[in-house]
């Protein structure tokens, strides 16, 4: 079989990546969906001549597979040109679905900057945000969560499933159904959590992320429940049921459902390996770095995140570091951000934010490759601290 | 709120250098002594608690400048 020649470590061989929570390589089998896709769905799914029926079948194929291994109706599934924009769309249309009952968006002091950044043009046009703190790893405060959606003019809730920077999974269920008690739909992003452990029920709105679950990089997925009071944010043509206008990327949009089948599949076996994995990390770092604050939720978390910070030391600093000895990991510190602003994550958890490290762990992760980091791991940080004269401190 | 022992002055350092300076400054001032860090590189909101925590000093609030009181204990 084709796929079989292509083998993880030709994406991985070096560096060690880990950092598949911004992207995970490529699927060998979304490289090779995408290839066939390139001949074969090129035309536009919307005309009548052949070429454009099969890409066509191409897209409702698509579709369909990706419904099912969501558990939804494949009407109720539209693809869009990222999780960012599917983000966007789901928050700014469930306001303006809800725009007689209210113009108050409830979201965790965690979500993604796309919600985020959403939730901000909103309040810049005159609506209403009330934002609900979290704990020490990073839980959302559910009796904060059910007073605050149960308030006044309340238009709809959003909550990240799961952190994609400390990895701590939200108690999606209950806060559904805080919401369901006052009718308010609840829209969650589950770009850290589809493909790899199932979503909670109870959600209205649903997005997620190709590109976190080995699918192409510009593909997003939007669901929206039947009966739930929505309504598109962006001027509306007949493309993928009025939520997402213009043309997809439909070779992308194959790829991504290919390889999100394909990543179901092997969900539970990946989660198991890679969730020991990360308690190797846990541990071992706490242990074997001095000073470090290792944060987020030990137990109920993602089976490949995991987030620490470094007492004294400059997370772009590290970065660089680790990059020099063959290592991509992504930092939450401020210092490597352009904003000049530490992490809202680290900061609503009130942890550490500065000499910050996230490690993610994709499918092609391998033992040796994490055996390898924690061995060289103490001695970089232990440099840089000589370097900066805070040994002993 | 109470006049601090002393003040220190990170204003313009970038994270983490206000909290390596805390960490230089408080064991020179006695136990029970209370240290003001001026630090206007937002991370010091985080971290200066953060530190507190790790180090078990006591953390008092913010303070004007914007600051940070920090009570050594031991
Ligand atoms: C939780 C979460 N939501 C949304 C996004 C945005 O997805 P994309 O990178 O496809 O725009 C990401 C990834 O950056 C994410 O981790």
Same mark, same amino acid.
């Given at each position: 079989m084709r796929t079989g020649a292509i083998a993880w470590a030709d994406v991985t061989a070096s560096p060690v990546y880990l950092d598949a929570a911004t992207a995970a390589p490529l699927h060998p089998v979304a490289r090779q969906a995408l290839l066939a896709a390139l001949d074969d769905g090129w035309? =536009?799914? =919307? #005309?009548?001549y052949s070429p454009a029926r099969r890409a066509r079948r191409l897209l409702d194929a698509a579709r369909e597979a990706t419904a099912e291994t969501l558990g939804v #109706?494949? =009407?109720e599934l539209s693809f869009t040109s990222s999780g960012t924009s599917a983000a966007h769309t789901a928050v700014l249309g469930g306001l303006r679905g809800r725009r007689r009952a209210g113009d108050v968006l409830v979201h965790s002091a965690i979500e993604h900057s796309a919600v985020l950044y959403a939730a901000q043009q909103h309040v810049t046009g005159g609506g209403r945000a009330v934002e609900v703190p979290v704990d020490r790893l990073g839980r959302l405060d559910l009796d904060r969560w059910s007073t605050a959606v149960s308030g006044a003019g309340v238009a709809s809730a959003t909550l990240i499933a799961a952190s994609h920077e400390v990895g701590t999974v939200q108690p999606v269920e209950a806060a559904a159904a805080a919401c369901t008690r006052v009718g308010v739909p609840l829209y969650v992003d589950a770009a850290q959590v589809v493909g790899r452990m199932p979503v909670p029920p109870g959600w209205s709105v649903l997005t997620a992320s190709a590109r976190k679950w080995g699918g192409p990089a510009g593909v997003g997925l939007l669901v929206v429940r039947k009966g739930t009071r929505w309504e598109s944010p962006w001027p509306t043509d007949e493309r993928e049921s009025g939520r997402t206008p213009g043309t997809l990327n439909l070779p992308a949009v194959v790829a991504a459902a290919a390889s999100l089948r394909a990543t179901a599949t092997d969900a539970v076996a990946q989660a198991t390996r890679l969730s020991s994995l990360v308690d190797r990390i846990r541990a071992r770092v706490s242990a074997e770095v001095p000073d470090v604050e290792v944060v987020g939720d030990p137990v109920h978390r993602l089976p490949h995140l995991v987030t620490f910070s470094c007492l004294y030391v400059d997370g772009e600093a590290l970065l660089h570091a680790l990059d020099r000895r063959g290592f991509a990991v992504s930092s939450g510190s401020s210092c490597t951000s352009a904003t000049l602003r530490p992490s809202h994550v680290l900061e609503a958890m009130g942890v550490l934010s500065h000499g910050n490290v996230r490690v993610s762990l994709h499918t092609g992760s391998t033992e040796a490759e994490v055996e390898r980091f924690l061995t060289e791991l103490p001695g970089i940080v232990a440099e840089l601290r000589e370097q900066a004269g805070v040994v002993g401190l | 709120m109470s006049a601090p022992d002393a003040v220190l002055d990170c204003l313009g350092q970038r994270c983490p250098l206000p909290v390596i300076a805390l960490a230089r400054r408080l064991p020179e001032l006695p136990v029970g002594a209370v240290l003001r860090v001026l630090a206007d590189d937002p991370a010091a909101a985080v971290d200066v608690p953060a530190w507190c925590r790790m180090r078990q000093q006591e953390f008092l609030g913010d303070a004007p400048g914007p600051g940070y009181d920090v009570r050594r204990t031991h």
């Open positions: 035309a =536009d799914p =919307d #005309r009548l #109706r494949p =009407d | -």
